[in-house]
């Protein structure tokens, strides 16, 4: 069985008289229409891009740690050791991610949530805290590890303090107990490519 033609034509004129239009539109228009569609859409993803850039940015930072302070925890007291004791400095990577509202530090690979920023500090004061409990047998023996930050980090350099204490408890099967280590050390960084 053979389908008859198509009339292209009585098809153009039955879709004028039905909408009142012309019908399909000339190669001409149709070119201009499609790039007139194709710079709005452009222009609307450059625009949200740009909006969504304007508040989330990143800063890096070569930043040396130095230790201030390093104490040993016993059951008896914290016994602190002399500079020259202290373990050299080291060179880290710091990253400051602001998106929106909330900030995170990359410190290498290692990932810290900052505090909710108080109004009245400077915006660019940032401090962070981690707990870390961690249990083992016999015992069991509890590791408590504590560290927070406290930095100022601006469009050109990055300053502060990182504190860190470990300490274990636990009965009599964990040997004598606490014991631990606890150290202050300073931040001092420059933003990433300055000279």
């Known amino acids: 069985m053979t389908r008859p033609a198509l009339d292209v034509a009585a098809v153009g004129g039955a879709t004028r008289a039905r ?16 790039l007139a569609l194709r710079i709005a859409v ?3 993803l450059a625009s949200t891009t740009l909006g969504a850039c304007s508040c989330d940015t990143f800063r890096f ?5 130095s230790i201030q302070e390093e104490c040993d925890i016993r059951p008896n007291g914290e ?4 500079p020259e004791g ?3 400095p080291v060179d880290e990577v710091w990253t ?6 909330e900030i995170r530090v ?7 949530v900052a505090d909710p920023r108080d109004p009245a500090q400077d915006a660019n004061f940032i401090t962070a805290e981690k707990l870390e409990i961690a249990a083992r047998e016999p015992g069991p023996c509890v590791t408590t590890t504590t560290r927070n930050f406290a930095i100022l980090a601006d469009n050109s350099a990055l300053t502060g303090t990182i504190d860190e204490r470990s300490r274990i408890e636990g009965p009599d099967d964990c040997g004598e107990t606490p014991t631990g280590l606890r150290t202050s050390s300073r931040l001092d960084g420059v ?3 300055a000279p």
């Open 191 to 193: 933003i990433d490519g």
């Open 96 to 101: 400051v991610e602001r998106v929106g509202d």
């Open 19 to 34: 909408f009142g239009g012309a019908g399909t539109p000339a190669p001409a228009t149709r070119g201009a229409l499609l």
């Open 42 to 44: 452009v222009v609307a």
């Open 61 to 65: 930072y070569q930043v040396t740690r």
């Open 106 to 112: 990359y410190v290498d690979e290692e990932v810290w």
């Open 79 to 82: 016994f602190c050791d002399e």
């Open 86 to 88: 202290f373990s050299p």
